[in-house]
């Protein structure tokens, strides 16, 4: 890794872990709960330690004067909700545009098991190289997603975190397995910091409980982003989060210092 991809690693993570919060959601959903007055959720999960935020280049304006000093990463591919197939990512920007949008790294979706992996195989290669030349770190989105696909599947999700590092990614996201010990199998598939996406919100406690499960198993922390940017109070459950990933507190534990309701 070069001292520029290294440098703006840095910036989106702590000490080699990462809280980062996608909120890219817009394009695939629509102005949801959480993103209609993005700038205050973006202040309230940086005031509440997230690492980074991460958003489509088109959102950038309303992204640096509201992130407190945290990273920023941009998205490069998407699909919306009402298309004709979610799981079809199209390039919605390049690692120019990125830079030039002020991001500290770039982001890819490639839903490995479907019947777009060909073509999203080819954009991360794409995207990998240019962002070599300009000395940004690629965040791969990495997802078993397809026909006879469990998305959930260790063994499948350590086929996906592999096809990202294969492919030349610096981090990459995954799903979590549902328990510590097969997660396990995920992380030792690379070499690569793996950190997990949030999915449906399900709760605080699950939420966290989860992200504990990863961190045990060898995780390197979490890109979540409805579990946080919907959640009532979105600097509290930032804080809960970035406790469990940075300082190793328990579920229970995080709860209690964010000040939510420990629930039964």
Do not use: C
Not at 18 to 39: C, K, Q, R
Not at 196 to 212: F, N, S, Y
């Amino acid at each position: 890794m070069d001292v520029g991809t290294a440098a703006r690693l840095e910036r989106i993570g702590t000490d080699g872990t990462h809280v980062i919060v996608p909120m890219d959601h817009g394009i695939t959903l629509g102005a949801v709960n959480g993103l209609v007055d993005i700038e205050s959720t973006i202040d309230a999960v940086t005031r509440g330690g997230a690492d980074a935020v991460l958003t489509q280049k088109g959102i950038a304006p309303r992204v640096h004067d509201n992130k407190n000093g945290a990273g920023y990463v941009v998205h490069l591919n998407a699909s919306t909700s009402i298309g004709p197939d979610n799981n079809d990512k199209r390039m919605t920007g390049t690692v120019k545009e990125a830079v030039r949008a002020g991001a500290d790294a770039v982001s890819l979706h490639v839903n490995v098991g479907s019947e777009y992996e060909r073509e999203q195989m080819e954009d991360l290669a794409r995207v990998t190289e240019e962002a070599a030349e300009y000395g940004v770190p690629v965040l791969a989105m990495a997802y078993a997603r397809g026909p006879g696909v469990d998305e959930h599947d260790a063994e499948s999700l350590g086929h996906a975190v592999r096809f990202a590092e294969e492919v030349g990614s610096d981090v990459v996201k995954t799903a979590y397995s549902g328990d510590t010990e097969s997660f396990e199998r995920v992380v030792e598939s690379t070499r690569l910091p793996v950190v997990i996406a949030g999915g449906e919100p399900e709760g605080d406690r699950a939420t966290l409980e989860a992200v504990r499960g990863a961190m045990d198993a060898g995780a390197a922390g979490v890109s979540m982003g409805r579990s946080i940017f919907q959640h009532d109070d979105p600097e509290a459950i930032t804080r809960a989060v970035t406790s469990v990933v940075h300082d190793g507190s328990s579920a229970e534990d995080a709860l209690g210092e964010a000040g939510l309701a420990v629930e039964a």
